[in-house]
């Protein structure tokens, strides 16, 4: 009996390589995630997905405790058993009338994880729609290889690092994933994905937890953390993250820098090394 989803919703995970909207959080309290990620910006005085990059929770009490929200790891765990480690989390955000968009991509092209089973849990701090630009997926892609090609454009547009794109892909299948501000998807990370512009006057703020089971291991690089936020790890592949004392807490601020620098400098589809 499955925690959280129903039969139908861990079926259709199986076979499109994902799922939305899942409800994790009240809608009140997803507006107070909203709240403390607008003091947070106003505070930076920047984009916190430009400065927060691949552990974004890493500093900060609030987020490192929605990693371990036990609606959302219900939710995870009907899907990949009960051993779960939180290995990373990033913003996706667009503001009002923003033009920025996600390409056609994969995750697991430059995860560099064996095997690649990551998945990950994005949750909506504001609505996320055909209107502002929600992740889009192609159903069933996650079933295709954990590589593929994709062209590194770099455009200033893309939300993505390298702007990393999956030319041609054919859009007649595509599956919105329509969230609204406490909803959450789920995605693999094999699953070709993307979002467009948001032109509303409403900003689309996301929040994607990056999770796997403790039996996949990081192949790029040695030293690869994540913290086991529920069951057991038998393998020994993810040496604990630090947890944040404080708010911007200057340790956590230090290891989200190396933990940027090295998925950074790793962070080659195998095809180009
Ligand atoms: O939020 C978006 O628009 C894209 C999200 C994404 O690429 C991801 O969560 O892997």
Redesign the pocket.
């Known amino acids: 009996m499955p925690k959280l989803l129903t039969d139908e919703q861990v079926d259709r995970y199986h076979t499109q390589g994902a799922i939305a909207p899942i409800k994790v959080i009240e809608a009140e309290e997803a507006d107070d995630f909203r709240r403390k990620f607008e003091d947070l910006e106003q505070e930076i005085g920047c984009e916190a997905q430009s400065k927060f990059r691949i552990k974004a929770h890493l500093p900060f009490p609030w987020l490192t405790k929605l990693t371990r929200n036990s609606k959302i790891l219900d939710a995870i765990e009907d899907l990949i058993g009960p051993d779960i480690v939180v290995w990373g989390s ?1 913003f ?1 955000t667009k503001k009002a009338n923003d033009h920025r968009f ?1 390409s056609w ?1 994969q ?1 697991s092209t430059y995860y560099g994880f064996d095997p690649a089973e990551s998945i ?1 849990a ?1 949750v909506a701090f504001s609505d996320s729609t055909r209107e502002t ?1 929600c ?1 889009r997926i192609i159903p069933g892609s996650h079933e295709g290889d954990a590589v593929m090609k994709h062209v590194e454009t770099f455009d200033p547009d893309n ?2 690092a390298r702007g990393q794109t999956i030319e041609g892909v054919d859009e007649n299948e595509v599956v919105d994933l329509e969230l609204r501000a406490g909803e959450m998807s789920v ?1 693999h990370n094999k699953t070709v ?3 467009m512009p948001n032109p509303s006057n409403m900003p689309r703020i ?1 929040y ?1 937890i990056h999770i796997c089971a403790p039996h996949v291991r990081q192949t790029q690089f040695e030293g690869a953390t994540g913290t086991l936020v529920r069951g057991e790890d038998n393998f020994g592949h993810w040496a604990p993250d630090i947890e944040a004392k404080e708010h911007m807490d200057p340790e956590c601020l230090a290891a989200l820098d190396v933990a940027w620098e090295r998925y950074r400098t790793s962070m080659k589809a195998p095809y180009e090394q």
Do not use: E, M, P, R
């Open positions: 990033s996706f996600v991509h995750d990950t994005w630009g992740v939300l993505l995605h994905h993307s979002s996301g994607a």
